[in-house]
């Protein structure tokens, strides 16, 4: 049972512009919404997390959105450059609970 | 401060084999949780230790087992290897029992031909 659903599975998006990552979750005891940036031959790294008591939080040109009522989040990655090339994945957790993650979202960013 | 080392980086296996790969913590870290990563499956939680004790166990059939030793470091073993083992087996370790920032290792690349 997936309960982490992250779209698109792929972008392609130009230099300078904003990518967007989607994510949706069921259980609604998930208190905690972290987002991982992985490069090939690396292990995944912690780029940004929210709680649901927050609607947005940003840290550079990383953004999340969180909408609680819709059980939705989202990854803004805004002005993208090529260096943002990565694999992105959403995850959720519940207190005492095991991290979630979705499915993950390749990102490239044409020069 | 050292980050998570995994140990060996890639492995090969034949089908039928044992296999144990072994994950240091950063320093001061007691929770180490393993993964399982494969283009079709995603990242998937195998299981997660804090202080010695298995806390968290994914749906992963018995041949995958796991503990953790004093010092913290941790090893998962795979018995009787299958092709579908074949995967990226993450390790990230944590400060506490709330798994909540988790800090990966580069993982070891397992082959079972």
């Known amino acids: 049972q997936q309960q982490v659903k992250q779209s698109p599975q792929s972008l392609i998006v130009q230099k300078g512009g904003i990518s967007i990552i989607n994510c949706a979750y069921e259980n609604t005891a998930f208190d905690y919404f972290p987002w991982y940036q992985q490069f090939p031959g690396k292990g995944p790294a912690l780029l940004i997390a929210?709680?649901?008591?927050?609607s947005e939080k940003k840290e550079g040109r990383f953004t999340i959105s969180f909408n609680k009522s819709a059980k939705q989040f989202s990854l803004h990655i805004m002005d993208s450059q090529p260096g943002d090339s990565a694999t992105y994945f959403c995850a959720a957790k519940a207190a005492g609970n095991k991290l979630t993650f979705g499915g993950g979202t390749r990102v490239l960013v044409k020069p | 401060k050292a980050g998570v080392t995994q140990t060996p980086r890639y492995l090969i296996k034949t089908r039928g084999q044992q296999v144990t790969l072994s994950c240091s913590p950063i320093?001061?870290?007691?929770?180490v949780s393993w993964y399982q990563q494969t283009p079709g499956q995603g990242l998937q939680f195998l299981f997660e230790y804090f202080s010695e004790t298995q806390r968290n166990k994914g749906n992963f059939p018995g041949r995958f087992s796991g503990r953790q030793f004093s010092n913290s470091r941790s090893e998962m073993n795979v018995s009787t290897l299958e092709l579908g083992d074949s995967a990226l087996y993450l390790c990230a370790s944590s400060r506490d029992s709330s798994q909540e920032t988790q800090y990966f290792g580069p993982g070891t690349r397992l082959l079972v031909l």
């Open positions: 929210i709680r649901p008591d927050v």
């Open positions: 320093s001061g870290h007691r929770s």
